[in-house]
């Protein structure tokens, strides 16, 4: 009877991975139509000065009003969009519209984009950048690009080329979900990072305690030293606000301050900052 439960268990796994293998492909399929469709749009999260409660930064995030599966969250789509090579056109796309929809901030208003190491691997991927930058007539200050640990597993010269080139004409770079990776301190050492983003898992969650406490006031001491700011990525409380700010965190991010909002209320949330009634009574 090992044999028949056996068998079992693989039909079993062959259902749910039938099935997983049909979403996947179909994500890919209509992935590709997607821009075309205008399904795809872009979200923009505060990431706040924790001094002052300023708005500095919006990080741009994708999402996907799929008109039969609903929203699909990034995480389900853009492994797909990496394996399929469909990255490369849907991340020039993402850049192209976070650029445009900064350039109507204010200018000491940056914005944050993701990249994915396969768009940063791929050939031309800095034109693909300064395309989005002209054409939005985007200062590259204003423009921070967000990399993750595992952009650095591979040791791989275009890698270094993309970041030192742009950095060099003023795009600043942010190393993000800091401490889910490899953590190394050679790529901190080597590549020009103007932030570390310490992920959420040590802002809230089951592994949160004095030792995440103490390891993002190591993070925040050493990052004060070598220049570069920290931010906190997932705070939801104010407890915790307080907690990454005693710690040394200077900017925070996360459902406390807000959710990505589509555009016009990015700049909604900027006017009420700069021209609400409080600023008003204040030039009145
Ligand atoms: P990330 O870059 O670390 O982005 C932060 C994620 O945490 C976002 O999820 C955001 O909505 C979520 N988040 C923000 N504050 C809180 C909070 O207080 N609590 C909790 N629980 N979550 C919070 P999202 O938008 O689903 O994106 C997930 C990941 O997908 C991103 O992680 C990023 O790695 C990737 N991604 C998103 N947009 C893009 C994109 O345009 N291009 C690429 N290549 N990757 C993207
Ligand atoms: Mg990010
Ligand atoms: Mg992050
Ligand atoms: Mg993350």
Not at 38 to 61: H, N, Y
Not at 86 to 95: F, R, S
Not at 125 to 132: F, K, T
Not at 161 to 190: H, K, M, P
Request: glycine fraction near 8%.
């Amino acid at each position: 009877h090992a044999k028949i439960g056996g068998r079992a268990q693989t039909r079993f796994f062959d259902q749910s991975m039938t099935r997983d293998l049909v979403r996947r492909r179909e994500i890919e399929d209509e992935l590709r139509l997607a821009i075309q469709r205008d399904e795809l749009s872009i979200f923009f999260q505060p990431i706040v000065d924790l001094e002052t409660g300023k708005i500095r930064t919006f990080e741009a995030l994708v999402r996907w009003f799929h008109p039969v599966k609903g929203e699909l969250r990034p995480d389900e789509f853009i492994p797909v969009a990496e394996e399929s090579g469909v990255i490369v056109t849907l991340g020039n796309w993402i850049t192209a519209q976070a650029a445009r929809v900064c350039a109507q901030w204010p200018e000491d208003v940056t914005v944050a984009v993701n990249l994915s190491p396969l768009q940063i691997r791929a050939p031309g991927a800095a034109l693909g950048i300064r395309n989005a930058l002209r054409e939005a007539k985007l200062d590259p200050h204003r423009l921070e690009l967000e990399v993750t640990e595992s952009l650095f597993i591979e040791d791989n010269h275009a890698t270094a080329a993309f970041i030192e080139e742009l950095a060099a004409e003023g795009v600043r770079f942010a190393l993000d979900d800091f401490g889910t990776g490899y953590s190394s301190l050679g790529y901190i050492n080597n590549f020009p990072f103007k932030k570390i983003k310490v992920d959420r898992s040590f802002v809230s969650g089951p592994n949160v305690g004095k030792k995440s406490e103490a390891i993002i006031r190591a993070v925040a001491e050493m990052g004060t030293q070598l220049g570069m700011e920290i931010v906190a990525e997932g705070l939801e409380t104010i407890d915790q606000v307080q907690a990454v700010r005693e710690a040394g965190c200077t900017l925070g991010q996360g459902y406390h301050f807000s959710r990505a909002v589509p555009d016009y209320l990015a700049a909604m949330l900027l006017a009420e900052e700069r021209e609400g009634p409080d600023g008003l009574r204040k030039t009145a």
